[in-house]
């Protein structure tokens, strides 16, 4: 077991920005979401196609590893992008995602990622074990630019597919097509679904001088994934900021499971800049770690 300390509260502390369940209302899901990450910080567009409307993103309480959590629904035959468009109606895809909301203002606006800036993304995620996935793409993370040109592809992906694997891919800058990507890593995702896995992810933004480090672990603490790379873009031009989202965005196909919800869930979701100022570069969300960079030359 890898959890051994509880997140006990959203906001910020020091350097980092936590998102955690364990101080949410019932029935504050939302607006608690966007009080820290920011207005539009939850992207539930299918929510609507419900009578009554439906919450897509829930709160999963008192789970043993991880505490409080977020659920965050799909459902292959009602859900919607934001375009509201159905899959009858000619809609090739569906999301819900929470990000850090393009919005200014707010404690989140110091956590968006400016070129040549470095940041520390934590959370842990469990897919449930009976959920199915495509040869098209099924992201479940995702870092993405706001503003520019070449916002559209997502700069990172964890994408699920129906081989079984989750994969990391990278789509390099000045690109808008997203099927142009870089495969960094991948792991057996069906051997582990169904458990707590624990991320640690870190990027130092930049076209000239960008590093990508990722660790996955499993809820006994083993290593799945393991990726330390440089030399590569890690940047859009012409954007404002780079951002993490987490959810389910997801290709219609004929794989998925076409009469049942799949789920996913996030817990205690952190961003932490790295060598700001705040004085706590190494905390995270009631979790103190030794965050660093490599030294670069």
């Given at each position: 077991?890898?959890?051994?300390?509880?997140?006990?509260?959203?906001g910020?502390?020091g350097?980092?920005?936590?998102?955690?369940?364990?101080?949410?209302?019932?029935?504050?899901?939302?607006?608690?979401?966007?009080?820290?990450?920011?207005?539009?910080?939850?992207?539930?567009?299918?929510?609507?196609?419900y009578?009554p409307?439906?919450?897509?993103?829930?709160?999963?309480?008192?789970?043993a590893?991880?505490g409080?959590?977020?659920?965050?629904m799909?459902?292959?035959?009602?859900?919607?992008?934001?375009?509201?468009?159905?899959?009858q109606?000619?809609?090739?895809?569906?999301?819900?995602?929470?990000?850090?909301?393009?919005?200014?203002?707010?404690?989140?606006?110091?956590?968006?990622a400016?070129?040549?800036?470095?940041?520390?993304?934590?959370?842990?995620?469990?897919?449930?074990?009976?959920?199915?996935?495509?040869?098209?793409?099924?992201?479940?993370h995702?870092?993405?630019?706001y503003?520019g040109?070449?916002?559209?592809?997502?700069?990172?992906?964890?994408?699920?597919?129906?081989?079984?694997?989750?994969?990391?891919?990278?789509?390099?800058?000045?690109?808008t097509?997203?099927?142009?990507?870089d495969?960094?890593?991948?792991?057996?995702?069906?051997?582990?679904?169904?458990?707590?896995?624990?991320v640690?992810?870190?990027?130092?933004?930049?076209?000239?001088?960008?590093?990508?480090?990722?660790?996955?672990?499993d809820?006994?603490?083993?290593q799945?994934?393991?990726?330390?790379?440089?030399?590569?873009?890690?940047?859009?031009?012409?954007?404002?900021?780079?951002?993490?989202?987490?959810?389910?965005?997801?290709?219609?196909?004929?794989?998925?499971?076409?009469?049942?919800?799949?789920?996913?869930?996030?817990?205690?979701?952190?961003?932490?800049?790295?060598?700001?100022?705040?004085?706590?570069?190494?905390?995270?969300?009631?979790?103190?770690?030794?965050?660093?960079?490599?030294?670069?030359?």
């Open positions: 077991m890898i959890y051994k300390t509880p997140v006990l509260h959203s910020v502390t350097d980092s920005l936590c998102l955690t369940a364990a101080d949410v209302k019932d029935g504050d899901t939302y607006a608690h979401i966007e009080k820290v990450f920011g207005k539009g910080a939850v992207e539930a567009p299918s929510d609507d196609m009578v409307p439906r919450p897509h993103v829930s709160l999963g309480r008192n789970d590893l991880v409080d959590y977020f659920s965050i799909a459902n292959e035959a009602a859900d919607v992008n934001l375009d509201k468009k159905s899959r109606q000619g809609s090739d895809r569906s999301r819900t995602e929470i990000k850090i909301a393009p919005a200014k203002g707010g404690m989140h606006e110091a956590f968006k400016r070129d040549n800036d470095a940041f520390i993304y934590r959370w842990q995620f469990r897919v449930a074990a009976q959920m199915k996935f495509s040869p098209s793409f099924t992201h479940i995702q870092i993405k630019a503003g040109s070449y916002a559209e592809p997502p700069l990172i992906t964890f994408t699920a597919l129906n081989d079984g694997k989750l994969y990391v891919r990278r789509i390099a800058d000045k690109l097509d997203g099927g142009h990507f495969i960094l890593g991948s792991f057996d995702l069906a051997a582990v679904a169904g458990q707590w896995l624990d640690r992810e870190e990027i130092h933004y930049s076209n000239t001088d960008a590093l990508y480090q990722l660790l996955i672990r809820q006994q603490g083993r799945l994934l393991n990726i330390d790379r440089s030399g590569l873009s890690f940047w859009r031009t012409g954007a404002d900021h780079m951002r993490p989202k987490w959810g389910i965005y997801r290709k219609h196909h004929p794989d998925l499971r076409q009469d049942a919800e799949d789920l996913v869930d996030f817990a205690n979701l952190s961003v932490t800049r790295v060598g700001g100022d705040g004085g706590g570069a190494g905390a995270y969300c009631g979790v103190t770690e030794q965050a660093a960079m490599p030294a670069r030359k």
